[in-house]
């Protein structure tokens, strides 16, 4: 059987950008930021500052209008308001204040109403926008990073963990303050590149979709060793990342979270 192909992952968007741009710069991620209805966590501006694109699902823009002065408090709130404007706001518009959504839209922003949809989540609405959408010339190098996502009621957070399987294809990060949450699919295997000024050492890989029979890691204190993981059997949480760089194959999806230090 051929080895499977490699996936590269860093979060490295949660370091201050370089002065300048790296020289293969058509090569590089192209982000898009989604802000969800809970409070902002404290990187916010630098994520919106690195993304081409940004939308908010619904309350989110309530989010952005209200949390943005509050994490800048040097500044002027009208300006502050201005400069951190959404590209559009998705949603069923449920949430959304009228006069943040009038504001919002006088500013050029652009207002998709999907109240029709009752079937999708907020969530899956923006993915699908954005992957329609793509802020880089297609799909291939897009990275979608969902602020908020984890937080509040469960089931909104088992809502967004679900979205990660539905849009396997596309490369989306769940982040609050605490953590970070992405997939690993089983057809690749995945090298996780620790950005350790900015996270860690506490991680965790859990099977999620179905059972694994054959889990297998490099770069961790508890290393798998062709291990079954399954709900109601182990599951490798509370793990410490030790290396630069850890290894996963899987002969199921998982799910990788790490620990965010709280200066970044």
């Not at 609050?176 to 000024?197: A, C, N, Q, V, Y």
Request: glycine share 6%; with cysteine.
């Amino acid at each position: 059987m051929p080895p499977l192909p490699t996936m590269t992952h860093s979060s490295s968007f949660l370091l201050p950008p370089p002065p300048a741009p790296p020289a293969d710069a058509e090569d590089a991620v192209s982000y898009a930021v989604v802000v969800l209805n809970q409070r902002l966590p404290r990187f916010a501006p630098l994520l919106w500052t690195r993304a081409q694109l940004r939308v908010c699902a619904d309350g989110g823009a309530n989010r952005v209008f209200d949390g943005m002065p509050e994490l800048l408090p040097a500044e002027d709130p009208d300006e502050v308001r201005a400069r951190y404007k959404p590209d559009a706001i998705e949603g069923d518009m449920d949430s959304v204040r009228p006069e943040v959504k009038e504001y919002y839209s006088s500013l050029g922003t652009q207002i998709i109403d999907d109240s029709h949809d009752q079937d999708t989540t907020d969530l899956n609405k923006c993915i699908s926008f954005i992957t329609r959408n793509p802020p880089g010339p297609d799909n291939s190098n897009l990275c979608i990073l969902v602020l908020g996502a984890l937080g509040g009621r469960f089931d909104h957070e088992m809502g967004n963990i679900n979205v990660l399987h539905r849009f396997s294809n596309t490369r989306i990060i769940l982040l609050s303050d605490d953590s970070s949450i992405f997939l690993l699919p089983k057809t690749h295997s995945h090298e996780i590149h620790i950005e350790r000024s900015v996270e860690g050492p506490h991680c965790g890989l859990i099977p999620m979709g179905a059972p694994s029979s054959s889990s297998t890691t490099t770069g961790l204190r508890w290393n798998l060793d062709n291990t079954s993981m399954n709900f109601g059997g182990l599951l490798s949480t509370s793990n410490i990342v030790e290396d630069e760089i850890v290894t996963v194959t899987s002969d199921s999806d998982l799910i990788w979270t790490i620990s965010l230090r709280k200066h970044t």
